[in-house]
């Protein structure tokens, strides 16, 4: 094992964000991807293209796991791999099911044999029924048969279940984290990029309010947690913003009244969806409290921070 050396699974957006942070701190970062690719957008965003080693890997095959982990000796490993959509994971269940819970399940097992390496699954708050709208880690487990809800909830009982193996294996339960690289698709960048263009936009409902928190600061929560014993966290900013809120606070930005730029569409409206859904805030104090570090970027300032960098 090498101290200081990080394995980050899957090349998406948050892995983008910490293998930036972990740079940062001079530690060495090699992040794995299905496939290759000439040019990975979100680490030459981010400019750090050259100074992360990448990997081909096949989460599905643990002779390729215990290959890599003996190549580089890792003293972290990342898992942020996986369909990372709930109305995707409809259309791809199967891959959704492999990409988090088998994945995961490949790498704990192989970690039996190699104990001192932390393991760090990224999970979502999708997973808790919310008590009157707020998520925490006493929270049941929701009902909903999403594949994507369903799979990580598997994910989070596994991991509980190798921690009892004395494997260093944590939790990290997410909600929504937001960044310019996020795909145009989702709604605050969809938002903002309308309000940009001064366009109207085709919107769900927006009634429904969410816990927003900036990958930036999520991924500075995640490097101080790496440094404590095994648990889980829930990391989030614990504020609330509804549909409404985004529109209006991206609109009225570039001098605009956003009650004239979004027309309802069915298409958007999910069954089932919670009304409120946020981070319960005494985590977040609790979180801020331990790890000396502040949440300052979310709700109006949220919403600015995609402006200008989108």
Request: charged residues 30%; hydrophobic residues 35%; aromatic residues 12%.
């Amino acid at each position: 094992m090498n101290k200081n050396v990080n394995l980050i699974i899957g090349s998406g957006v948050i892995g983008a964000y910490l293998a930036k942070e972990l740079i940062s701190k001079k530690e060495k970062t090699i992040v794995t991807s299905r496939k290759i690719k000439k040019n990975f957008k979100n680490y030459e965003y981010l400019k750090i293209r050259n100074k992360v080693t990448f990997e081909k890997l096949d989460v599905t095959k643990k002779k390729a796991i215990e290959k890599i982990l003996d190549k580089y000796k890792p003293n972290k490993i990342f898992y942020f791999s996986g369909v990372s959509s709930i109305p995707k994971s409809v259309l791809m269940p199967k891959e959704t099911y492999i990409s988090h819970y088998l994945g995961t399940k490949n790498f704990l097992e192989v970690l039996k044999k190699k104990k001192e390496i932390k393991f760090f699954k990224s999970n979502s708050g999708y997973i808790f029924k919310p008590n009157k709208g707020l998520v925490n880690l006493k929270c049941k487990f929701s009902q909903n048969k999403n594949p994507y809800i369903s799979a990580q909830k598997k994910v989070f009982q596994l991991i509980d279940k190798f921690r009892k193996f004395n494997l260093s294996v944590y939790n990290l339960v997410l909600l929504q984290v937001e960044s310019p690289l996020r795909p145009n698709s989702f709604f605050i960048k969809k938002v903002c990029l309308a309000a940009n263009k001064r366009e109207k936009i085709s919107v769900g409902n927006i009634n429904t309010s969410r816990d927003y928190s900036w990958a930036t600061e999520i991924v500075k929560f995640i490097y101080k947690i790496s440094h404590t014993t095994p648990q889980n966290f829930l990391i989030s900013a614990g504020r609330k913003m509804s549909g409404s809120n985004i529109l209006k606070f991206a609109y009225e930005h570039n001098k605009l009244d956003y009650r004239k730029y979004y027309i309802f569409n069915k298409k958007f409206f999910r069954k089932s969806e919670d009304k409120i859904l946020i981070g319960d805030p005494r985590n977040r104090k609790k979180l801020e409290k331990k790890f000396n570090l502040k949440f300052r970027v979310f709700k109006k300032l949220l919403i600015k921070e995609m402006l200008k960098t989108i």
